[in-house]
């Protein structure tokens, strides 16, 4: 079974939530291979996160699932993924 290297893009709440903890979330959930912060608009970021997951996991259904998890977080959008 393959890899797979998917980027997201984690909307906060709103422009107070604490980036940093949600950034402290995804490092615990996944296997983050890069994480940064993009602006949106009127003082608002959000979080790209880079991960790793594998077929035999269950793709990026999977992880997914575990975004499902975080907490402060308004929304989640897969921008790319590749197969390694």
Do not use: W
Not at 1 to 24: H, N, Q, R, S, W
Not at 54 to 80: C, M, P, R
């Amino acid at each position: 079974m393959g890899e797979i290297a998917c980027v997201y893009k984690v909307m906060p709440e709103d422009d107070e939530t604490d980036l940093e903890d949600i950034k402290d979330q995804l490092r615990d959930l996944l296997d983050v291979n890069d994480i940064g912060e993009e602006d949106v608009a009127f003082g608002l970021k959000a979080v790209k996160v880079s991960c790793i997951t594998t077929d035999e996991e269950g793709g990026t259904d999977a992880v997914e699932e575990k975004l499902e998890q975080l907490e402060g977080i308004q929304s989640y959008e897969l921008e790319h993924f590749d197969k390694l």
